[in-house]
């Protein structure tokens, strides 16, 4: 089957060759058009023949479906790591967008650790603990610009 299948795109990448090569030479003239549609039936009669010369290829009875197909029972998926992983992943959501909000309010956190119950149920999902390092951090931008003004004055009055 794979031999068939190359040979007949080995033959189909020739004949569109060929027609392209011939399309290039033909003169502009009103016999173009017929010229184009004689080789295109050519392309097209390329493209068929095969299969109608080879029918027992294509036989639906000779190909045997459990070659292709592996069994069910490999292929199962295991739920249960996946659970657990989707789990793990909302609780890192949750810590991120704690820091997030706290970042935004002015807050520098060092740590952030959540420790939470997730069920299939809602009622039953709860939050047991959240263990925070926290700093608040100045936002006095012009007292940051004057000591970085006051270090390179430092520095280059030394020298």
Known sequence: MIEFMSSWIKGLGLAIVVVSILEMLLPNNKTKKYIRMVMGIYVLFTIISPFINQKDLLNSDSFRLENYVETGASTSIDQS????????????????????????KGYEVTSCKVKAKISDKEEETKINKIKLKVEKVTED???????????????????
């Open 81 to 104: 790591s996946m659970d657990e992983r989707i789990k793990e992943l909302y609780v890192q959501e949750l810590e991120k967008d704690i820091t997030k909000k706290l970042k935004e």
């Open 141 to 159: 931008i012009s007292k940051k610009e004057e000591d970085l003004e006051e270090k390179i004055v430092t520095r280059y009055s030394k020298n």
